[in-house]
């Protein structure tokens, strides 16, 4: 079966940083690519990054460009999001999802996704 | 960038009805690309179709989609209690644009 699980979420300061860890398990993490997808409360869905199964290729929404690094590490099976120059706005719940092929970006639908951890940018 | 713009914002409906969803893109969008998720309060996101009318593993059959160019629908033939949520869509023929969502609500 497979499963996502977050961690790394919480309260920070605006300026600050942190970085997000997705766990997978149940596939093998090199054939697809994954995505971080957040939530701002009471708001819909956005996409904020994508990285290819190799992790040579990564993208990112122009609201996070520059501030955050999408990364995974194949021999632990583990995605990451480093979120630095936190601002309010970035205040969501970050969920991490397998993408239905092996390149990042488009072409390849989200197909599983993590429950997701929460991120609170405030002084 | 496409621009996903879902109605109705709320629909309310009673289990046994007929639910459908409409999602329209401002520009053509290729059916290969389009996806439905739901999100229940307080859960993640789940796919329920993908390519426009293929449904994902264990998503039962009264969930269908169609569609095509900018005009896309996801229909609920007899609604179930569970099916109260929100739904988005989603394309990603070009970046990976979300819809605003369109609420499930009973009547």
């Known amino acids: 079966e497979v499963q996502l699980v977050e961690s790394g979420g919480g309260l920070v300061q605006p300026g600050g940083s942190l970085r997000l860890s997705c766990a997978a398990s149940g596939f093998t993490s090199s054939s697809y690519a994954m995505s971080w997808v957040r939530q701002a409360p009471g708001k819909g869905l956005e996409w904020v990054s994508d990285i290819s199964g190799s992790g040579v290729s990564t993208y990112y929404a122009d609201s996070v460009k520059g501030r955050f690094t999408i990364s995974r590490d194949n021999s632990k099976n583990t995605l990451y999001l480093e979120m630095n120059s936190l601002r309010a706005e970035d205040t969501a719940v970050y969920y991490c999802?397998?993408?239905?092929?092996?390149?990042?970006?488009?072409?390849?639908?989200?197909?599983?996704w993590g429950k997701g951890t929460t991120v609170i940018v405030s002084s | 960038e496409i621009v996903l713009t879902q109605s109705p914002g709320t629909l309310s409906l009673s289990p046994g009805e007929r639910a459908t969803l409409s999602c329209r893109a401002s520009q053509s969008v290729s059916s290969s690309y389009l996806a439905w998720y739901q999100q229940k309060p307080g859960q993640a996101p789940r796919l329920l179709i993908y390519g426009t009318s293929s449904r994902a593993t264990g998503i039962a059959d009264r969930f269908s989609g169609s569609g095509s160019g900018t005009d896309f629908t996801l229909t609920i033939s007899r609604l179930e209690p569970e099916d109260f949520a929100v739904y988005y869509c989603q394309q990603y023929g070009s970046s990976n644009n979300f819809g605003q969502g369109t609420k499930l609500e009973f009547k």
């Open positions: 999802a397998k993408k239905s092929g092996r390149d990042g970006y488009y072409y390849y639908y989200m197909e599983v």
